[in-house]
């Protein structure tokens, strides 16, 4: 899983191979992957949605977007001729599922792995 790999480097700085090195324990492996940032690589592909989470850093950068937006929106209002009509800037755009996604920060709805399952899956014996 090249993603796994991926993430493992980003947020841990670790190798994979360091599982048959002798390195990496099963157990430690194990929980490293069961608690892999939810804006991870590996748990956007475990999770089906492919790209990353509305979180709600996000959500306060949109928020600051459109106050900034209506910032400049109001002063051109302000500093044009009398009777001219500039149009109100558009709203940053949000997902569908942004409330709910931001109600229920830190609460994850992935499936954690057992060592058994990663066992199988890496083909190890350890």
């Known amino acids: 899983m090249p993603t796994l790999e991926a993430d493992f480097h980003r947020f841990y700085h670790l190798d994979l191979v360091d599982l048959w090195r002798g ?35 996000v959500d306060l950068l949109a928020h600051a977007v459109d106050a900034l937006n209506d910032l400049v929106w109001v002063t051109v209002q302000v500093n044009s001729t009398k009777g001219s009509q500039n149009k109100r800037p558009e709203r940053y755009p949000r997902p569908q599922q942004a409330k709910a996604l931001i109600t229920s920060a830190g609460k994850s709805a992935r499936q954690h792995a057992t060592i058994q399952e990663m066992k199988q899956f890496f083909g190890g014996r350890r």
Do not use: D, I, Y
């Open 23 to 57: 390195r990496l324990t099963w157990r430690k492996l194990e929980n490293l992957v069961n608690n892999l940032p939810r804006e991870s690589a590996t748990v956007r592909e475990v999770s089906g949605t492919g790209q990353a989470e509305w979180t709600k850093q």
